[in-house]
C-alpha cells in the first residue's frame, strides 16, 4: 500500500470517531448507565463504516484511563462527574484515537479546559522537524500555567497499523531527548490534567485485553476468545464483545489466557492521590502544517 491510501484510511476513521464524538457530547448525561453509553458509541462507529479501535473508554473522576464498562456492568455515571469519553474507529486497521471531557460539575470546567489548551497547544509544536520534546514542553507548561499538574506516566502515542500504542511514546511533561518528528508520521497526543500528585497506578477493574500471540489452549471458550481475537488482529477488545454467554465461564477462560501468558491486559488507571483528571486528545499527521485527522 503506498502512503497516499494509509493517510486517506486514517482521515476516514478520523471523519467517522469525529462525528462520534459530536454526537456523543449530545447524548451522554448524568446517571446513564456506562454500558448503554459505551454500545452505543462503538455501535454509531460500526453504522458510519469504521469499527472500534478500542472499546469505548469512559473514565470518571480519579480515574484517568481505561475504564471500559464490563460484561452486565450495571454502574452509572455518577452525579457531578468528571468524565473522559476516549474513543477510536479504524478503517482497515488505522485508528484514529480521540478523547474529551465533560465537566457535569461547574467546578471543574477549568480543569477540563487545562487538558483541551494544552492539546492546543502541542498539535501547534506537531510540526515536521520540531523536537518531540517542544510537544511534551507545551503540555507540561499549558497545565501549570492552570494552576494543575500533568500526569506524567501517562503518554501519547504513535499509531501503527492494527497497532494502537506504536513508537515514539509522546510524554506529557518535558524530558530530554533529540528525537525529531518525522513527516507524515501520525501520532496521537493526549495531555492528562489533575488535582491531584500527577501520577496514576493500575486500579482494579479490568475489561479491556489484547491477544497478539496466541498459543493452543483446552478451555473452549479460551479457544473461542482466540479466535475473536485473531479476527481483531491484535487490537484491544472488551469483554462486553466476547461470545461466551456465562459470565462464570467467561471468568475462567480468561484465567487460563492469563496464566499461559497469552492475554495482554489494559487495568483502568486511577490517579495516585485520587485527584480529580481531565484528559483531552487528537490524532496528528506530523507535517509542516500538521493535519488533525480527528478535527
Ligand atoms: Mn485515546
Ligand atoms: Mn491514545
Known amino acids: 500500500m503506498d502512503d497516499e491510501d494509509r493517510i486517506t484510511k486514517f482521515k476516514q476513521a478520523g471523519r467517522i470517531i469525529s462525528e462520534v464524538r459530536e454526537e456523543s457530547r449530545k447524548f451522554i448525561k448524568e446517571g446513564m448507565l456506562f454500558s448503554a453509553v459505551a454500545e452505543k458509541i462503538e455501535n454509531l462507529i460500526r453504522e458510519k463504516g469504521a469499527s472500534p479501535g478500542f472499546p469505548a473508554c469512559l473514565s470518571a473522576n480519579e480515574i484517568a484511563a481505561h ?37 457535569f460539575n461547574d467546578e471543574h470546567k477549568q480543569l477540563a479546559e487545562a487538558s483541551a489548551a494544552a492539546l492546543n497547544a502541542a498539535i501547534e509544536q506537531s510540526y515536521t522537524g520540531n ?21 506524567s506516566n501517562l503518554t501519547g502515542h504513535g499509531l501503527g497499523h492494527y497497532w494502537l500504542h506504536d513508537a515514539p511514546s509522546v510524554p506529557n511533561v518535558k ?96 490517579e495516585i492521590s485520587n485527584g480529580l483528571v481531565s484528559q483531552a486528545e487528537h490524532s496528528v499527521i506530523v507535517s509542516d502544517k500538521p493535519i488533525v485527522i480527528t478535527k
Open 67 to 103: 475504564y471500559s464498562p464490563g460484561k452486565n456492568d450495571q454502574s452509572c455515571i455518577p452525579e457531578g462527574a468528571l468524565l473522559k469519553v476516549d474513543i477510536g474507529a479504524h478503517v482497515d486497521g488505522y485508528v484514529a484515537d480521540t478523547a474529551y471531557t465533560i465537566a
Open 131 to 151: 523536537l518531540l520534546s517542544n510537544v511534551s514542553e507545551a503540555i507540561e507548561g499549558t497545565i501549570k500555567d492552570f494552576g494543575f499538574n500533568p500526569i
Open 175 to 270: 524530558f530530554t531527548s533529540a528525537y525529531q518528528l518525522k513527516e507524515g508520521h501520525a501520532i496521537a497526543i493526549e495531555p492528562f490534567a489533575t488535582t491531584g500528585a500527577g501520577k496514576v497506578k493500575d486500579a482494579e477493574s479490568i475489561t479491556i485485553f489484547r491477544i497478539d500471540q496466541p498459543k493452543p489452549v483446552r478451555n473452549m471458550e479460551a479457544r473461542r476468545i482466540i479466535e475473536f481475537a485473531a479476527g481483531l488482529r491484535g487490537l484491544p477488545f472488551s469483554e462486553r464483545w466476547l461470545p461466551v454467554e456465562s459470565l462464570f465461564k467467561l471468568k475462567m477462560a480468561l484465567r487460563e489466557l492469563r496464566e499461559r501468558e497469552i492475554l495482554y491486559e489494559y487495568p483502568a488507571l486511577k
